[in-house]
């Protein structure tokens, strides 16, 4: 029985969901890693007149009170795509984060997993915040450094009352670090690169920036072609598409994205992001009235960053389990390695592996990339 000085309430609107937001400041007060978001952004977010996944999901957002006081959150999803693609109804969660309260744990998860079997589904998983083609996971392991861009982080306890919550395991996925400030291709393997290029079996080129919205929906394109089977895994829809080429416009560079082409197809992609967390760590979540020039300035006019991550790579199913593959991976590293380190980059973020795709864990170690973090899904029957 939840004890009556917890409430929890719906947040249903603007004013709601910035208490939704601004809550974080309370939660990670005293965490050292942890980067506050810019509070346009994760409005943005979460709101349905802007993300294009609200158009195929249906959404609930509550923040939990103790004593008057906002203490906790949570959202649950319900995304009509996850049946169609994968013949359940599984409905989500996402966005908890909490006090170390038990009670209130308690309370956000009964709120979240009544809702979801109310409305037909038959098992909770998350944290998806919201689809798992954003935040994915909650961090279990690795809370020792800052997260990288487009990745959560969270407070040591919360494993700890999700458990308490009747929820278990269901899957991890990883986050690599790589030093890229020495070479990462052994001599053989950059000799097959190097011979596949010579004998036009494979070409590397980054992207046109004057063709920048065909460019990128090539590469989102292979990554959704390269994905499909992975688990749990739903494809972008074309407003998805369209949604994440317009978000991406700001902070993607032209010489830190490559496409690898087979007789002038695209056939696998890579895409470096300059660590926007590293960026903005120091802007307290506020662009106005000078952090928009602060973030422009480090971003575009005089980089100023050292990490950057990974969020995007695939090779086409078609050539997953060709020798090309590898050459096309290997290639698509170092072309962005390279051109990482002339604007002062040292080190990658490869992010995120699910734990059971040993194919690509090999060939992240083959180049020396080391997993230090680890992200869990959680998983309840309802």
Not at 220 to 239: G, Q, V
Not at 241 to 269: N, S
Request: contains cysteine.
């Amino acid at each position: 029985m939840t004890p009556s000085n917890i409430e929890i309430k719906p947040a249903l609107t603007k004013a709601d969901r910035k208490i939704f937001v601004e809550l974080l400041w309370d939660i990670y007060k005293d965490e050292p890693n942890w980067t506050p978001p810019l509070m346009m952004e994760r409005m943005d977010a979460i709101d349905e007149n802007k993300n294009p996944y609200f158009e195929h999901a249906e959404v609930r957002f509550w923040i939990a009170y103790k004593d008057g006081k906002p203490v906790g959150r949570i959202s649950a999803q319900i995304d009509e795509l996850v049946p169609k693609h994968h013949g359940i109804n599984t409905g989500h969660y996402g966005f908890f984060d909490c006090i170390d309260d038990q009670d209130v744990a308690n309370a956000l998860f009964e709120t979240a997993s009544n809702w979801l079997s109310e409305n037909g589904m038959v098992e909770m998983i998350g944290p998806f915040c919201l689809s798992i083609n954003e935040e994915t996971g909650m961090l279990v392991e690795g809370h020792d450094t800052p997260p990288r861009l487009m990745m959560g982080h969270s407070r040591p306890y919360f494993e700890k009352l999700v458990l308490g919550a009747g929820l278990g395991k269901v899957k991890d996925t990883w986050a690599y670090t790589l030093d890229i400030s020495k070479p990462i291709l052994q001599p053989t393997i950059q000799k097959l690169v190097n011979r596949a290029v010579d004998k036009g079996q494979v070409t590397f080129r980054p992207i046109n920036m004057d063709k920048y919205e065909e460019e990128l929906k090539i590469i989102l394109d292979i990554f959704n072609d390269a994905w499909i089977e992975n688990w749990k895994y739903i494809p972008f829809t074309e407003a998805e598409l369209d949604h994440a080429v317009k978000e991406l416009k700001m902070i993607i560079r032209e010489d830190f994205t490559y496409i690898a082409e087979i007789d002038g197809v695209p056939q696998a992609m890579m895409v470096t992001l300059p660590n926007l967390n590293e960026i903005i760590a120091d802007l307290n979540g506020k662009l106005f009235p000078f952090g928009i020039f602060k973030l422009l300035w480090r971003l575009k006019l005089s980089p100023s960053f050292g990490t950057v991550r990974v969020p995007l790579m695939g090779v086409r199913k078609e050539y997953q389990n060709s020798r090309l593959s590898g050459i096309m991976s290997f290639g698509l590293f170092e072309a962005c390695r390279q051109s990482a380190i002339k604007v002062g980059c040292h080190t990658a973020e490869l992010s995120w592996v699910l734990e059971e795709n040993t194919r690509l864990s090999k060939l992240l170690e083959t180049i020396g990339c080391v997993k230090y973090k680890t992200y869990r899904l959680f998983h309840k029957d309802l």
